[in-house]
């Protein structure tokens, strides 16, 4: 198993037999290349230590992506230096990389890879064909003896593979007080913003192509094939409680706009039917304010650039597994996309919706708005307690009724 560096601190007496990843954004470890000394004591503490991850973006200039390749080596040279178990860690971008990708390695190493990025998941496709060329030419340059591959290594993977469970290594199995105070906060802050500590890559910045993000949206749950058509359908769905909703398809063959004959659960946020529009910024839906139409006045839902439009109607529904939050990420990143989510805890019904121009995420008892709590973000939304739990300890357990995506 492995633990995020975000996660590692001095105090740590629980995790110590796990190898240190920096599988993560760049800013949550620039301090090791630019305060090297700084977390020595802190990572000689753990059973090994990966050297880290700095990114490798197709669209970097060549320049950058070799003084990330050098900065990932140094790193791992000084550490071994200090007396830490290093192992190299191994990234590549297009073969215009391959000639400067895998230097500053020794032939017959171990290494370590990660398919998470390159693998099909949150409605994205895969980028095998991406990896494997540069996972062959790795294999071919370096010829490691052992390949540590956090997450599900693809079926055309060769060589002795050691396969480290990518949600085995997540913040759910790991025993430690969440409370972080004993961090250099400081280190985690980028344009003067806190950002809470996070132990995976989060998903919600897929999507702009590159070795560490990319693949195009594609439906990934029965429920989101309404996001796609031909030019000028409107699909027609019902949400699990039987209410219509109306998704209007664009020149792109891809969702623009999106009427919700229900309320959600709370009058005082939704008319009935209220619109959304959809854009789709970095390849991902992204859901805009709520239009409501609380004098009654409700327009036409047609396509006006198309005579012949088409209504198409779709009966496939997610099952709760499909609808199931498989990670803090997951949801959070639902919460950025603007989502709007019904959910069951314990006998507890309640919702949660993003509204405003800020984004202000709102969670409420069902059919009771008067309960109605306002947050500022997805964060400061997961210390909502539901009952007695908070809602980031059980936000991968709660009963997803619907959501819409």
């Not at 215009?96 to 994205?124: L, P, W």
């Not at 949600?167 to 790991?174: D, G």
Request: net charge negative.
């Amino acid at each position: 198993m492995l633990i995020g560096f975000d996660k590692t601190h001095l105090e740590d007496q629980n995790h110590l037999d796990r190898m240190v990843h920096f599988f993560l954004y760049d800013y949550r470890f620039e301090r090791v290349w630019k305060n090297p000394d700084n977390d020595i004591e802190k990572l000689s503490r753990y059973r090994a230590v990966l050297s880290p991850d700095f990114s490798m973006y197709l669209e970097m200039a060549k320049v950058c992506q070799i003084y990330n390749v050098f900065r990932n080596r140094w790193c791992g040279a000084y550490w071994a230096s200090k007396g830490i178990r290093v192992i190299p860690t191994v990234n590549w971008g297009n073969e215009s990389t391959f000639d400067f990708c895998f230097e500053g390695i020794e032939k017959g190493s171990v290494v370590a890879v990660s398919t998470y990025m390159a693998s099909e998941h949150d409605n994205r496709c895969d980028q095998k064909e991406w990896f494997i060329a540069g996972y062959n030419e790795m294999l071919r340059r370096i010829d490691p003896e052992k390949i540590i591959c956090y997450n599900t290594p693809f079926p055309e993977m060769q060589g002795d593979i050691v396969y480290v469970d990518y949600e085995r290594s997540s913040w759910k199995y790991m025993s430690y007080e969440r409370s972080f105070q004993n961090d250099d906060l400081e280190a985690f802050k980028i344009g003067g913003t806190y950002h809470k500590p996070c132990d995976t890559i989060e998903p919600y910045l897929i999507g702009k192509g590159g070795s560490a993000y990319g693949g195009e949206w594609k439906p990934s749950k029965p429920d989101d094939e309404r996001f796609v058509g031909e030019p000028g359908d409107i699909n027609r769905t019902t949400d699990r409680n039987g209410n219509l909703r109306e998704t209007k398809i664009g020149a792109d063959r891809k969702a623009v706009k999106e009427r919700h004959y229900s309320d959600h659960g709370n009058s005082s946020k939704h008319s009935i039917p209220h619109d959304h529009d959809i854009t789709w910024e970095g390849k991902r839906p992204n859901w805009g304010d709520a239009q409501n139409y609380w004098d009654g006045n409700i327009p036409d839902f047609k396509s006006y650039w198309r005579y012949d439009m088409t209504y198409r109607l779709l009966n496939s529904h997610n099952s709760l597994e499909d609808n199931r939050f498989k990670t803090i990420s997951d949801f959070k990143w639902r919460m950025r996309c603007g989502g709007e989510v019904e959910l069951e805890w314990n006998g507890i019904h309640f919702g949660i919706v993003p509204y405003g121009k800020d984004k202000k995420i709102s969670i409420y008892l069902w059919n009771r708005p008067e309960t109605e709590q306002i947050f500022n973000t997805a964060d400061d939304a997961l210390e909502y307690m539901v009952g007695s739990d908070r809602l980031r300890d059980v936000i991968t357990q709660v009963t997803v009724l619907d959501r819409t995506i």
